[in-house]
């Protein structure tokens, strides 16, 4: 009995010290793939910590967020165009001149109010419908753009981006029709989803259901439901929305889920649809893959023909 209990207790203790290296090591590797300003951005320059024991399951300041639209000429609109979206619809990379907002807001003479949050989701608009600050303060409207991109599917998916964010991802279970929040409280399952090994599996395990077009039809309806959710949440306190969606570039599934959205009665505007140049190449596409001014100046106008708005 002895010699079991020795031989379990050396088990236990060289088990806990490769945990205990694996742990380490990950933490290290990990650390060298973090933007070093985006955790001072973020108040914390201790990845454990701020992830074990200190998780945040999300809080979005509606004030932090969106950007203003225009020289505020129109300002004083009563009638307002909310644009949602991520970075394509912030303006990444852009001068307030040189957005869509702006451009959209300058062709059609009305006052734009920017929502879109940077590496955002379809989630973070349905977090922020889903918030009464958001009405507090966001001037009422009835017309909404939303510029959707292929990498929303994956972004619906993940508990946390790879490289560039320590926080976990705003993220949603879908349960009997339903949109529930994640709850971070754990600190175990904290600090599992912690470790860039966790990290990687989870996104190799994504981008394997987006590429199995087996899932088309879950990933497009699970999409279709965040629209759907969003558009209920704006008609409960404003009463029935135009609800414009921009499809940015021709990808996976893009027809599937412009079919469905179309049946749902949301305004679909595919803008390779519009052109016959390719916005995803040369001088309409950043660096870092983010709509040029140029794009926008293309499109634009060609987007404006198309909204359905008040």
Known sequence: MDKLKDIFTIFAVNFCIIILILFVFDFFVYRNLIDENTLKIQDSNNSFKYMVFNPKVYSLDINKFGRISTDNKYINDAKPIILMGCSYAYGMNLENGQTFEYKISELLKRNVINKAILAGGIQHMYYLSSNEDFYKKTKKSNDIIYILIEDQYRRILVYTFFK??????????????????????????????????????NHI??????????????????????????KNNLEKHWGGVNFNIIIYGNYKYSDMIAKKLKNK???????????????????????????????????TPLIAKKLVLN
């Open 164 to 201: 560039f964010h320590n926080i976990f991802y705003l993220h949603y279970t879908k349960k009997n029709n339903e949109l529930i929040m994640d709850n971070y409280k754990n600190p175990f399952i904290n600090l599992f989803k912690s470790l860039y090994i966790s990290k990687l599996m």
């Open 205 to 230: 395990w994504v981008y394997k259901y987006i590429n199995n077009e087996k899932n088309a039809d879950k990933l497009t309806d699970l999409e279709l439901l965040y629209f759907e959710k969003i």
């Open 265 to 299: 009665g949301f305004n679909v505007i595919k803008c390779q649809d519009l052109t016959n140049e390719d916005i995803m190449q040369g001088k309409y596409i950043s660096d870092d893959n983010h709509p040029t001014e140029a794009a926008w100046d293309l499109l």
